[in-house]
């Protein structure tokens, strides 16, 4: 199915989708490779998603690349997969930038290394007037942290309780000046949310796929768009 096809067969299209991208390491195991290579093949992956939701005109897509938790991973592997997304960053962003795809940042920057940061915030810089896609990698990012760290802020500003309501809360997170999501998918069989935008996704539809990450392509996305827009999304209505 073309992305043109699919933008005719969906009629009820979702305008922000987030992505936990699950079983890299299992995708590897299966092969008898190396953990990291699976990693690699879910990043290579990542390029193609990326491109076609960006063919398919969806204006928002936020992936899981790097959790709060998962630095309790081994320091072999923390290190080469932010050494990946550095690589990925550099080589990747010019492209991006020509497609007019704007690339934001949900996490904590400041506990990265400095390469890392500096590498996050050149792309953010060159593509923050873009008026394509926008692409938020949610990496050092953790949900219940992101509430924390506005609740922080919030408190630091000496905002007056009486004054915090839904908008201003949503002010302050990383999230600021994105919508809700619409839909949530979620690779490799797995069910729960694991800390991923969890203020965001009150309302969210969720959709799982027993297919790895790695081999989550065009005709996967296209299962996933179909099974949403056969749903009645009621917000708490009748």
């Known amino acids: ?23 890299n390491g299992r995708w590897a195991e299966r092969r008898g490779l190396p953990r990291f290579e699976g990693h690699r093949a879910g990043v290579e992956n990542m390029h193609s998603v990326i491109e076609y939701f960006n063919k ?46 704007r690339l934001r940042h949900l996490g904590r920057l400041d506990e990265l290394s400095p390469d890392l940061q500096q590498a996050i915030n ?13 692409l938020s990698l949610a990496f050092n990012y953790g949900g219940r942290t992101e509430i924390l ?11 007056p309780p009486q004054n915090i309501d839904e908008e201003l809360f949503n002010s302050y997170l990383y999230t600021a000046g994105l ?19 969890i203020w965001q996704s009150a309302y969210s539809e969720y959709y799982s796929t027993n297919v790895l990450w790695p081999d989550f392509n065009n005709k996967e996305i296209d299962k996933a768009l179909l099974s949403y827009s056969q749903r009645r999304r009621r917000f708490g209505g009748l």
């Open 1 to 23: 199915m073309s992305a043109s096809s699919t933008l005719k067969e969906i009629a009820n299209f979702p305008n922000h989708v987030a992505v936990v991208p699950d079983g």
């Open 56 to 101: 398919l005109q969806l204006k928002y897509l936020t992936l899981y690349t790097f959790s709060t938790e998962n630095w309790k991973r081994p320091q072999e592997e923390i290190t080469g997969l932010l050494h990946l997304l550095e690589e990925v960053i550099d080589k990747e962003i010019l492209e991006l930038h020509k497609k007019g795809v």
């Open 122 to 134: 050149k792309a953010v810089e060159l593509t923050k007037n873009n008026t394509g896609m926008t």
């Open 149 to 159: 760290d506005a609740v922080h802020h919030i408190i630091a500003k000496g905002i």
């Open 179 to 197: 919508p809700d999501v619409d839909l949530v998918i979620r690779t490799a069989g797995e069910l729960r949310l694991s800390n991923f935008l």
